[in-house]
């Protein structure tokens, strides 16, 4: 059973930086796409970065130049870094991974950015 943890959430003024981890446990999944979304109040849960096995990105428009996903296989880790951070991109951030046809969630972590 893969289990994800996100940490790294708080609350920054514009601007800022955070940098968010995702650790795995249960399984290496060192050969897996694994990703971030991110949900805001009403809004529904949206694709922000992901990371295949060999390293190659995908990043929604709205966080392209500004975050960067990268991954630790060593660590079993995801990491999520956040720069020039604006309002809207507050929300809750969720971790997950694709293990064939199963897709695994993380409890996610709040990230709100100040005006």
């Known amino acids: 059973q893969v289990q994800l943890v996100e940490s790294g959430g708080g609350l920054v003024q514009a601007g800022g930086s955070l940098r968010l981890s995702c650790a795995a446990s249960g399984s290496s999944l060192s050969r897996n796409v694994m990703g971030w979304y991110r949900q805001a109040p009403g809004s529904q849960r949206e694709s922000v970065a992901r990371?295949?096995?060999?390293?190659?990105?995908f990043y929604a428009d709205s966080v392209k130049g500004r975050f960067t996903i990268s991954r630790d296989n060593a660590k079993n880790t995801v990491y999520l870094e956040m720069n020039s951070l604006k309002p809207e991109d507050t929300a809750v951030y969720y971790c997950n991974a694709v293990v064939g046809p199963s897709i695994y969630w993380g409890q996610g972590t709040q990230v709100t950015v100040s005006s």
């Open positions: 990371i295949s096995s060999g390293g190659s990105t």
